[in-house]
């Protein structure tokens, strides 16, 4: 994942910022942890303030974009994390355990080092059923298969909870399915850039996508097709908040 981050993460921060409506959430299930590891945390958008946070990240690239304050961060990977046993009360993964090479082994290592773990996956067949998938950009759906889903992340861990967290219409943190009801923002390059699925995806099937997408933009072929999406407050596009 670190060289992957070090090219497709530039920029990273501007399109990724922390939604209120995920960062609570998020928080509550570390519930009264107080030492927490926070593990792939890119640019430390969910750490949660007032608890004594160590970030683990790979990329340069990302631990660049961490803001002035952010948590004390430790250039390592998941799968081989440089803890003792148990030395956290709490670990923390958001979206993160999809780019793991042995993700197993990650999820093993949370284990290790934490008493509790709490994980923001998703599930990736409902990412494949997303329209923009679906209708614009099916290669997505070959990586998509590719990745852990939260089923099998849940299953690993032996959950105690597993959440869904919908996606609201207005939402600020631009996952990939963030604009599930503003299709304009797939057009813009930085849009594109912040989402990882669209990142890893041939520039050749993405562009082809994203000029179809403009097209049924302007006929007002989308709106036409998508007209149960426009009155949604927010959607379900698979993501969970794990427990164990």
Avoid: K
């Avoid at 921060?13 to 209120?20: C, E, V």
């Avoid at 960062?23 to 640019?43: H, I, K, R």
């Avoid at 963030?178 to 849009?191: C, K, N, S, T």
Wanted: proline share 9%; charged share 25%.
């Amino acid at each position: 994942m670190t060289a992957r981050y070090d090219e497709i993460g530039v920029g990273y921060a501007q399109g990724r910022r922390t939604d209120p409506r995920w960062f609570e959430p998020v928080v509550s299930a570390l519930g009264s942890a107080v030492s927490v590891l926070d593990v792939g945390s890119g640019t430390g958008s969910y750490e949660p303030p007032a608890r004594d946070v160590v970030a683990v990240e790979p990329s340069a690239e990302m631990i660049r974009q961490r803001p002035a304050g952010a948590a004390p961060v430790v250039r390592a990977v998941a799968e081989a994390l440089p803890f003792p046993s148990g030395r956290f009360d709490a670990a923390l993964a958001v979206l993160t355990v999809h780019h793991w090479p042995d993700w197993r082994a990650g999820l093993a290592e949370l284990r290790r080092v934490s008493s509790r773990q709490v994980v923001l996956a998703y599930d990736t067949a409902l990412h494949s059923e997303f329209w923009f998938v679906r209708e614009y950009v099916p290669e997505v759906a070959a990586l998509e298969a590719s990745r852990p889903s939260a089923p099998e992340i849940a299953e690993f861990l032996g959950a105690a909870s597993v959440r869904p967290l919908p996606v609201p219409w207005d939402f600020t943190d631009g996952v990939f399915p963030a604009y599930w009801r503003r299709p304009e923002a797939y057009l813009d390059p930085v849009v594109q850039r912040s989402c990882s699925a669209l990142a890893q995806t041939s520039p050749e099937a993405v562009s082809r996508g994203v000029a179809r997408l403009r097209d049924d933009l302007a006929s007002g072929r989308w709106r036409e097709n998508h007209a149960e999406l426009l009155d949604l407050p927010e959607w379900d596009a698979g993501f969970r908040l794990i427990v164990a």
